[in-house]
């Protein structure tokens, strides 16, 4: 039995039987999608942040400084990036961790491998992908998500652009985001339940909004559109689909029910995954907090970078996977 055989009922029985909408319209495909969608997903990041913040309680803050401030830079980011992955921050939140890093006084470029990671790869895009793709696609997704951290990190890095973070920034900010590991089990549980709500509580608008465009595309949007402008076979459909998601902002919850629809519409897997990346590893959002703490040189070089990896990565899951 599917995992979520009694959700797609409660989404079948609200959409034919309450709303009493044709099952045979255009619009009760959208709303059956949008109900079974919105109810998955929430249970998915619930029970996934809630495991993941019992696991975050014992994280020492220390051990996790000395470990990012690694002597060998590459492990440095590698580490960042494995960090980012565990916590399931969006780019907005993920910037008062990214202060806290430089306060401590990890490397500028180990902790832009944390900004990149946190928000574009972690558990929560690992099981929905792994739900709706597979494995395969899953596991891909992963590695080349913490390639393009580490490797944005380190080129950023190398330029040494220090100078461009503003006063604020160079001066750190208080490392409120870490936290005391002391905890007995029921307070271990008490903080996680916290947690998970706080995260529902700023995300959930993001998920409503991503699984509503997604349910309007899949019952109206025709395929022929979608594949005409987006369609693996045109050689901008990547960049392209980068540049559509830069103005967006959305979690992966939000956004992967939308890469499910474009996939289901015809569109090639590594231009949806580039669509989702930059969604949710580039936003204006994003860039609107970063110019507080940095000159705008340094965001512009921040965007090329993981734009640039972003592409590549979308142009190399369309030919492994097609």
């Known amino acids: 039995m599917n995992t979520f055989y009694f959700v797609q009922l409660f989404a079948d029985w609200l959409t034919f039987t309450i709303f009493k909408i044709n099952p045979q319209t255009i619009l009760a495909k959208a709303v059956n999608f949008f109900i079974f969608d919105t109810i998955k997903i929430f249970i998915l990041v619930a029970v996934i942040i809630f495991f993941v913040a019992v696991i975050r309680t014992f994280m020492p803050p220390d051990k996790i400084r000395k470990a990012l401030a690694h002597k060998n830079k590459l492990t440095g ?42 928000p574009m790869i972690n558990e929560v895009a690992l099981i929905l992908l792994w739900g709706m793709f597979g494995a395969k696609v899953a596991v891909i997704y992963i590695i080349s998500g913490l390639v393009i951290a580490v490797f944005s990190g380190m080129i950023i890095g190398a330029m040494h652009p220090d100078k461009l973070l503003d006063k604020l920034a160079r001066q750190g900010q208080s490392d409120t985001m870490f936290m005391a590991v002391d905890f007995k089990w029921r307070d271990r549980f008490t903080y996680a339940r916290g947690y998970t709500t706080q995260i ?29 402008y987006a369609g693996n076979k045109t050689w901008y459909s990547v960049p392209l689909a980068v540049l559509f998601g830069i103005p967006l902002y959305a979690g992966c919850a939000g956004v992967i029910p939308i890469v499910s629809v474009l996939t289901d519409k015809g569109v090639s897997l590594g231009t949806t995954l580039a669509f989702m990346m930059a969604v949710t590893g580039l936003s204006l959002p994003e860039f609107m907090i970063l110019k507080r703490v940095m000159k705008v040189r340094l965001i512009i070089i921040f965007a090329s970078v993981v734009g640039t990896g972003i592409i590549f990565t979308g142009y190399l899951f369309n030919f492994i996977l097609k």
Do not use: N, Q
């Not at 961790?97 to 491998?113: M, S």
């Not at 509580?201 to 025709?222: E, T």
């Open 77 to 118: 980011h590698i580490l960042a990036g494995l960090f980012g992955i565990a916590t399931p921050f969006c780019t907005c939140s993920a910037i008062p961790l990214f202060l806290g890093f430089l306060e401590a006084g990890i490397p500028l470029g180990i902790t832009f491998t944390f900004l990149v990671a946190s």
């Open 200 to 228: 529902l509580k700023s995300v959930w608008l993001y998920v409503l909004i991503g699984v509503g465009i997604g349910a309007w595309m899949h019952g109206y949007i025709p395929a022929e559109t979608v594949a005409k």
